[in-house]
């Protein structure tokens, strides 16, 4: 059984930092794309975060380049994100997704 397990979320005010795990069982990593995305508006889309693609190659969106990274350790299973100098506007759900599979999300909240 495949499971993506995330955890790391919360609240946080601006300008502070977070990071995101994701924990993957049952399946290899994707060398196809695995990445974070996220939804902030309920009933809205899933907007992509951060991804590695073919070749390692990895993309941002505009909104969190150079404030996000995003990172991978096969041998424990896990996929990160860390999160800098957070912005409201960076209050959403955040999901990681593994190939076709994906997680069931984690609550990031920037507030004052």
């Known amino acids: 059984q495949v499971q993506l397990v995330e955890s790391g979320g919360g609240l946080v005010q601006p300008g502070g930092s977070l990071r995101l795990s994701c924990v993957i069982s049952?399946?290899?990593?994707?060398?196809?794309?695995m990445g974070w995305f996220r939804r902030t508006a309920e009933g809205g889309p899933r907007e992509v975060v951060a991804l590695f693609g073919i070749n390692n190659k990895i993309t941002y969106s505009d909104s969190v380049r150079g404030r996000f990274t995003i990172s991978r350790d096969e041998g424990a299973n896990t996929l990160y994100l860390h999160m800098e100098n957070l912005k409201p506007e960076d209050t959403a759900i955040y999901y990681c997704?593994?190939?076709?599979?994906w997680g069931q999300g984690t609550l990031v909240a920037v507030s004052p």
């Open positions: 049952g399946t290899s990593f994707s060398y196809y794309e």
């Open positions: 997704k593994n190939a076709i599979h």
